[in-house]
């Protein structure tokens, strides 16, 4: 516009390779790198892949990073920030990997700074034991997830799920979860949050005449209610509507103080361990 200094940029694409000595070539892809007359750095997202995983192994220990992300602003409210996206793996006697999503480290001209992180995973297994597997994302209002459809203005939250079995049993437990605040036009928070659990035994027990029972469902939501027409159809057109089941949060809305409880079994024929007939 009229009476501002003239700015320029120059853009980047292409690729560049890293190379230390006596370590694996690094090579790494660049799209639309922006660099600004005033010093400002910008490419798309802030992030880029390593199309070769940057790794180091020590005592057993695995770390690689996948992901590296850089932003740096310019004027007093800019702000800078350095990301990565990696794994630690250990093997031995107790083989397990966790990951971060998004780690990230940011700081302003105002002396403000911290860390935020977009997701967090966890696996490992100890053989002939346990098998544990969970994931945890976190999100804002850029990144929330939808609801009955329909995308969400203020909310902050996480959502995850979490999966246990106990070999020797043969038993197993999975669970998902939201938790989340959306901020109302007053400045106040509204909470919410849905928990859905499953649990199966490893073997029947009796309820009847050759039925057994062999499994256990749970879910719980506060300030949530199925996102369900009024001319709909519980079963036919809620339930069964892609993805099947009442625990997708797609076919969840938030309802203020809505509230939602429901437990179910899962039954089947004794004899056969549920072959002949199960529900």
Do not use: C
């Not at 980047?12 to 370590?23: I, M, S």
């Not at 107790?94 to 700081?107: C, M, N, T």
């Not at 945890?136 to 909310?155: H, I, R, S, W, Y």
């Not at 959306?182 to 309820?207: C, E």
Request: neutral net charge; charged residues 20%; hydrophobic residues 40%.
């Amino acid at each position: 516009t009229e009476g501002d200094e003239a700015k320029g940029e120059i853009v980047l694409n292409g690729r560049f390779v890293l190379d230390a000595k006596g370590q694996k070539p690094l090579r790494i892809a660049i799209q639309q790198l922006k660099i600004g007359s005033d010093g400002s750095l910008h490419f798309p997202g802030g992030w880029f892949d390593l199309k070769d995983k940057l790794s180091y192994s020590h005592l057993g220990v695995k770390i690689g990073i996948s992901r590296v992300g850089l932003g740096f602003g310019q004027g007093a409210n800019a702000e800078n920030f350095i990301g990565l996206d990696g794994a630690v793996q250990l093997a031995g006697s107790l083989p397990a990997k966790a990951a971060v999503e998004g780690f990230q480290y940011f700081w302003d001209q105002k002396g403000n700074n911290g860390f935020r992180l977009k997701g967090v995973s966890l696996d490992f297994t100890i053989p002939k034991a346990i098998r544990f597997k969970g994931q945890l994302t976190f999100f804002d209002q850029d990144n929330a997830p939808k609801l009955g459809g329909d995308d969400l203005e203020g909310v902050s939250g996480m959502e995850g799920s979490v999966a246990l079995q106990i070999l020797p049993l043969e038993f197993g437990v999975s669970a998902q979860l939201l938790i989340a605040k959306q901020q109302q036009a007053n400045g106040r928070f509204k909470r919410f949050w849905f928990v859905y659990v499953d649990m199966n035994l490893p073997s029947g027990i009796i309820v009847g005449p050759n039925i057994a029972f062999y499994g256990l469902l749970g879910l719980i939501a506060e300030n949530m209610q199925p996102a369900k027409k009024a001319d709909e159809h519980w079963y036919r057109d809620w339930y069964r509507k892609a993805p099947m089941g009442a625990t997708d949060r797609s076919k969840w809305a938030l309802v203020d103080q809505g509230f939602a409880f429901g437990l179910g079994a899962s039954l089947g024929t004794l004899t056969d361990g549920g072959y002949l007939f199960h529900a």
